[in-house]
């Protein structure tokens, strides 16, 4: 390609992303109504980004498939961009967790997902950045035991809140450790205990 026609102001440049990844960059490239293109090694982003730049453009302005939508069209219906392919993803979508619960439902228990589990998991996933806990304390008498507290925004409730951990030396080879902060209701209880022991 000439320069020339690389940097011709009165045409758009085309766009290419070999590292794609999530997409972003090709989308926005293809938003902006660029010639967008992506690759990756990874056959995930591959399919991420063949649904997200590749599919869609293809169903522009196409009317939906499915049964319901087409019984509620008529002849009139008018489908802008991605609209009719959006309308068939969340029939088709529904249809197979529907179908999914019917068959195998029963191996799921039924839970409520509130607020706490879903910060819990963010911090499990590292979708949040995990708290920071500052704690001071001090050993006892013996040398043996660590007490130290202080306080942290306490991922299940995203309140602050106190914590207390004590280490035990055990011997040379072995550690205790323990650790105590609120539940749910604010009552104090023993959240977690490990015991190290020297690998040799
Ligand atoms: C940081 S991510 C890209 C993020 C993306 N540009 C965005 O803004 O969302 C880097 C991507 O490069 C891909 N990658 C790494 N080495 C590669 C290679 N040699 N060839 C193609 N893709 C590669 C990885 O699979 C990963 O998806």
Redesign the pocket.
């Given at each position: 390609m000439k320069l020339f026609e690389l940097f011709d102001r009165h045409k758009l440049p085309a766009f290419h992303?070999?590292?794609?990844?999530?997409?972003?960059?090709p989308l926005e490239a293809q938003r902006l109504g660029l010639v967008s293109c992506a690759?990756?090694?990874?056959p995930v982003?591959v399919l991420i980004n063949k649904a997200m730049i590749e599919i869609p453009p293809k169903f522009a302005g196409k009317p939906p498939v499915n049964p319901e939508a087409r019984k509620k069209m008529g002849h009139s219906g008018s489908w802008k961009g991605a609209q009719g392919l959006a309308e068939d993803v969340r029939y088709y979508g529904q249809w197979m967790r529907d179908e999914a619960e019917k068959r195998i439902g029963h191996l799921y228990p039924k839970v409520k997902i509130t607020t706490a589990p879903v910060s819990f998991l963010k911090l499990v996933t590292g979708q949040q950045s995990g708290p920071v806990m500052f704690m001071t304390g001090k050993w006892d008498a013996t040398g043996k035991v660590m007490t130290w507290s202080g306080t942290m925004v306490d991922p299940m409730t995203n309140k602050p809140a106190k914590f207390t951990q004590k280490v035990t030396v055990v011997d040379n080879d072995h550690h205790n450790w323990e650790m105590w902060g609120p539940d749910m209701t604010g009552k104090n209880y023993k959240m977690m205990e490990a015991s190290y022991t020297r690998s040799k």
């Amino acid at each position: 390609m000439k320069l020339f026609e690389l940097f011709d102001r009165h045409k758009l440049p085309a766009f290419h992303d070999p590292f794609a990844g999530g997409g972003a960059l090709p989308l926005e490239a293809q938003r902006l109504g660029l010639v967008s293109c992506a690759s990756d090694l990874n056959p995930v982003a591959v399919l991420i980004n063949k649904a997200m730049i590749e599919i869609p453009p293809k169903f522009a302005g196409k009317p939906p498939v499915n049964p319901e939508a087409r019984k509620k069209m008529g002849h009139s219906g008018s489908w802008k961009g991605a609209q009719g392919l959006a309308e068939d993803v969340r029939y088709y979508g529904q249809w197979m967790r529907d179908e999914a619960e019917k068959r195998i439902g029963h191996l799921y228990p039924k839970v409520k997902i509130t607020t706490a589990p879903v910060s819990f998991l963010k911090l499990v996933t590292g979708q949040q950045s995990g708290p920071v806990m500052f704690m001071t304390g001090k050993w006892d008498a013996t040398g043996k035991v660590m007490t130290w507290s202080g306080t942290m925004v306490d991922p299940m409730t995203n309140k602050p809140a106190k914590f207390t951990q004590k280490v035990t030396v055990v011997d040379n080879d072995h550690h205790n450790w323990e650790m105590w902060g609120p539940d749910m209701t604010g009552k104090n209880y023993k959240m977690m205990e490990a015991s190290y022991t020297r690998s040799k």
